[in-house]
């Protein structure tokens, strides 16, 4: 791993930054690897360091068609909790949640992990109904929550309008504490030199194209860098998993929609936790920068464009000028969209596919980068046992024929 003495770091600035080495990445991949990660999000870069670090496999390569981080996990907004509904999920996302805890020391890269909070509005009392029950399962889960009445979020959120006459009435909320939030870029980026330095090649621009087989089972990949011989295969490309599996002749119970988000004018500090209103679709948080983080509701109509339409841009920003007036006259810096992954049990798919030695790891939809840590351990796992993790194991295909389904729209965050 690289260190710089303060002597090199001064000479770098005083140098016009000229001569760093580059802490991950080669231009061309070798003829073969043990194994191929396709995908270099979160969960793919997460993947090859756990195959490194957890199993000893080193001869890994993760091959991602654009640059690392260039899709959902640098475009997402960040939010980290584990406030989910069934076992399962609790299980799977708050082990997560722990691994993002020491995550910083375990890479040796600061992913700026903030346990601010994590605030459900509720509106109504139909909606304060709802957040109890989820509270209690989330206790019943061994999951901190608690039930906040609608003093305490103007205690918590001072800039909202909880007064009687609010378009969008305050009637309460929840709070999970050990919520927040994490530099998106960082967790990529500490995953990725971590990787690289237990020998794993990350190869940027290089696009999987095609899948090769031999005697039926998967024997490498067909990039625009070349063909690739690899035993084992994992996909791990969030919304492109339906078209790329559909190359090995998988079809995938899988949607692709664009989900957007904004970033306001950077101003001084007004919030400190994140803030998320189940009933209307829209969420923020304050970026260390000053910038307000902003989200909404998935675009309605199934897309491929990392553009995202107005409409969406419109009513979440009307939420929440009624509910934060004191923002309304703030500027957007940025807009965006990302394609997410979406399984109609709003649930991941960890598992082996029907080609033995080709593995996926899809279905986050709008909630997979807190998620990145444990996605990336247990899908290692999978990978080098060739059998599913136990916390994976109720995310496999096997769902889909069994009726086992995990049904976590209701606390999705963000429906999908
Ligand atoms: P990605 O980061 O998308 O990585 C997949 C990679 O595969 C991409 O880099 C892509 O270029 C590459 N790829 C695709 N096809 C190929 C190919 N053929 N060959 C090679 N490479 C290929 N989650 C949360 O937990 N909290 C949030 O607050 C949150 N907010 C979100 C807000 C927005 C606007 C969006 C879009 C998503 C949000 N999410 C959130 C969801 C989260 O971002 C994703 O679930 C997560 O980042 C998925 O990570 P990934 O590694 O699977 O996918
Ligand atoms: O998963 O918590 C989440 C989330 C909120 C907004 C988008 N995703």
Same mark, same amino acid.
């Given at each position: 791993?690289?260190?710089?003495?303060?002597?090199?770091?001064?000479?770098?600035?005083?140098?016009?930054?000229?001569?760093?080495?580059?802490?991950?990445?080669?231009?061309?991949?070798?003829?073969?690897?043990?194994?191929?990660?396709? /995908? !270099?999000?979160?969960?793919?870069? +997460?993947? %090859?360091?756990?195959? $490194?670090?957890?199993?000893?496999? =080193?001869? @890994?390569?993760?091959?991602?068609?654009?640059?690392?981080?260039?899709?959902?996990?640098?475009?997402?907004?960040?939010?980290?909790?584990?406030?989910?509904?069934?076992?399962?999920?609790?299980?799977?996302?708050?082990?997560?949640?722990?691994?993002?805890?020491?995550?910083?020391?375990?890479?040796?890269?600061?992913?700026?992990?903030?346990?601010?909070?994590?605030?459900?509005?509720?509106?109504?009392?139909?909606?304060?109904?709802?957040?109890?029950?989820?509270?209690?399962?989330?206790?019943?889960?061994?999951?901190?929550?608690?039930?906040?009445?609608?003093?305490?979020?103007?205690?918590?959120?001072?800039?909202?309008?909880?007064?009687?006459?609010?378009?969008?009435?305050?009637?309460?909320?929840?709070?999970?504490?050990? /919520? !927040?939030?994490?530099?998106?870029? +960082?967790? %990529?980026?500490?995953? $990725?030199?971590?990787?690289?330095? =237990?020998? @794993?090649?990350?190869?940027?621009?290089?696009?999987?194209?095609?899948?090769?087989?031999?005697?039926?089972?998967?024997?490498?990949?067909?990039?625009?860098?070349?063909?690739?011989?690899?035993?084992?295969?994992?996909?791990?490309?969030?919304?492109?998993?339906?078209?790329?599996?559909?190359?090995?002749?998988?079809?995938?119970?899988?949607?692709?929609?664009?989900?957007?988000?904004?970033?306001?004018?950077?101003?001084?500090?007004?919030?400190?936790?994140?803030?998320?209103?189940?009933?209307?679709?829209?969420?923020?948080?304050?970026?260390?920068?000053?910038?307000?983080?902003?989200?909404?509701?998935?675009?309605?109509?199934?897309?491929?464009?990392?553009?995202?339409?107005?409409?969406?841009?419109?009513?979440?920003?009307?939420?929440?000028?009624?509910?934060?007036?004191?923002?309304?006259?703030?500027?957007?810096?940025?807009?965006?969209?990302?394609? @997410?992954?979406?399984?109609?049990?709003?649930?991941?798919?960890?598992?082996?596919?029907?080609?033995?030695?080709?593995?996926?790891?899809?279905?986050?939809?709008?909630?997979?980068?807190?998620?990145?840590?444990?996605?990336?351990?247990?899908?290692?796992?999978?990978?080098?046992?060739?059998?599913?993790?136990?916390?994976?194991?109720?995310?496999?295909?096997?769902?889909?024929?069994?009726?086992?389904?995990?049904?976590?729209?209701?606390?999705?965050?963000?429906?999908?």
């Amino acid at each position: 791993m690289q260190r710089y003495s303060l002597a090199a770091l001064l000479r770098h600035g005083l140098n016009g930054h000229r001569g760093w080495q580059a802490n991950w990445g080669v231009e061309q991949p070798q003829a073969s690897y043990d194994a191929i990660v396709i /995908g !270099g999000g979160g969960h793919g870069l +997460a993947t %090859a360091y756990y195959l $490194a670090e957890n199993h000893g496999l =080193r001869r @890994v390569a993760v091959l991602e068609k654009g640059w690392i981080g260039g899709g959902n996990t640098g475009r997402n907004t960040t939010i980290i909790r584990s406030n989910y509904l069934f076992p399962e999920s609790a299980a799977f996302y708050d082990f997560s949640v722990k691994l993002y805890e020491k995550l910083s020391r375990t890479l040796n890269y600061n992913i700026m992990f903030s346990q601010r909070g994590m605030i459900l509005l509720a509106h109504s009392r139909h909606d304060m109904e709802n957040v109890s029950r989820w509270a209690s399962a989330m206790h019943l889960n061994g999951i901190d929550a608690e039930i906040l009445d609608a003093a305490r979020v103007k205690k918590l959120v001072p800039i909202i309008d909880a007064s009687p006459s609010a378009r969008i009435p305050i009637y309460g909320g929840m709070n999970q504490p050990r /919520g !927040g939030s994490a530099r998106h870029d +960082a967790v %990529a980026w500490g995953y $990725a030199r971590a990787a690289a330095a =237990r020998g @794993v090649d990350i190869v940027q621009n290089c696009e999987v194209l095609g899948f090769e087989t031999a005697a039926g089972r998967i024997s490498g990949v067909v990039t625009s860098k070349g063909t690739i011989a690899a035993p084992k295969v994992a996909i791990a490309v969030a919304g492109h998993s339906s078209a790329l599996a559909a190359k090995a002749g998988i079809e995938l119970p899988v949607n692709s929609y664009a989900l957007q988000a904004f970033v306001s004018e950077p101003v001084k500090p007004m919030l400190d936790t994140v803030v998320l209103s189940p009933a209307t679709g829209m969420y923020f948080s304050q970026s260390d920068k000053g910038e307000l983080v902003i989200g909404g509701g998935l675009d309605l109509y199934a897309s491929y464009a990392q553009r995202g339409n107005f409409p969406t841009v419109e009513k979440t920003v009307a939420a929440m000028v009624d509910m934060f007036p004191s923002v309304g006259r703030l500027r957007f810096m940025r807009q965006w969209a990302g394609i @997410v992954d979406v399984v109609h049990d709003s649930s991941p798919i960890i598992d082996r596919t029907s080609v033995p030695g080709l593995y996926i790891n899809c279905g986050w939809g709008t909630g997979g980068f807190k998620a990145i840590p444990a996605g990336g351990w247990t899908f290692a796992h999978t990978i080098a046992h060739d059998d599913p993790h136990p916390l994976a194991k109720p995310f496999g295909f096997a769902r889909f024929t069994s009726g086992a389904m995990i049904d976590e729209a209701a606390a999705a965050g963000i429906a999908h």
